[in-house]
């Protein structure tokens, strides 16, 4: 087997906002499970080269073009798939092409993409001035009422974490509610390179379609690593 490059298939979610569009449902070619698509993984193929041969690689923001398979399984899940060959055999009736190439690191290459389109997200969020980063102002704007969507770095201080979620039951008129922010699945120092910003800990979005826009990415990471939302970010 061949070693494609690291990339993944799809459309630069800087060229193209996220829909707000209903829970559509997508079938799991692995599980035969259907599910809402934002909360699955779709995979793509590359353009077949001279002998024939497409590379199956992770279209994370669901947006290449053609035929597309989706999972809805963890990481471990589609790693064992993909050793005992159950993978490749759901793959090629999906895309009706046994001439697939399937990267043996397929797992990681998905975290990795998935990542990056939670990162990126943020990045576009913060950049038009939607996302808003530091304790003093965040406590502020959430005691207003003005934050819709409030997150934490997985290493953030408990003590920290529980004086912004007051703050923010307090702006929404949900005090004993339980409300709080969600932690991700990112940690301080991840979250520092791919905002360009030193020690973001807590981050908080100012406008509902944006926490929509970042939900999406978020809950098809958690999917596949496996992990649950620890907070509450609507309510209870």
Avoid at 107 to 113: I, L, T
Avoid at 159 to 176: F, M, T
Avoid at 202 to 222: G, I, M, N, Y
Wanted: aromatic fraction near 2%; charged fraction near 30%; include cysteine.
């Amino acid at each position: 087997m061949r070693s494609p490059r690291n990339e993944t298939l799809g459309f630069g979610i800087a060229e193209a906002e996220l829909a707000s569009e209903g829970a559509s449902e997508r079938r799991c070619v692995l599980t035969g499970q259907t599910g809402e698509r934002e909360g699955l993984v779709r995979l793509a193929i590359s353009p077949p080269d001279g002998a024939g041969r497409s590379v199956v690689l992770p279209d994370a923001m669901a947006r290449a073009p053609g035929r597309g398979a989706w999972i809805g399984v963890s990481r471990a899940d589609l790693a064992e798939a993909l050793t005992n060959g159950r993978l490749k055999g759901a793959l090629s009736r999906a895309f009706r092409d046994g001439r697939l190439d399937i990267p043996e690191d397929l797992p990681e290459r998905v975290e990795a993409a998935l990542r990056k389109a939670l990162t990126e997200r943020l990045g576009l969020e913060l950049r038009s001035g939607r996302l808003i980063l530091g304790s003093e102002r965040i406590a502020g704007e959430a005691r207003s009422g003005a934050v819709a969507a409030l997150y934490h770095a997985s290493d953030a201080s408990d003590d920290g974490a529980r004086k912004l979620d007051q703050a923010w039951r307090v702006g929404l008129e949900r005090e004993g509610s339980g409300m709080a922010g969600e932690r991700l699945p990112l940690d301080r120092a991840a979250l520092s390179v791919a905002l360009g910003r030193e020690n973001v800990v807590h981050l908080a979005l100012t406008d509902a379609r944006s926490a929509h826009r970042v939900a999406v990415p978020l809950r098809r990471l958690r999917t596949f690593i496996g992990t649950v939302n620890t907070g509450q970010a609507d309510g209870p």
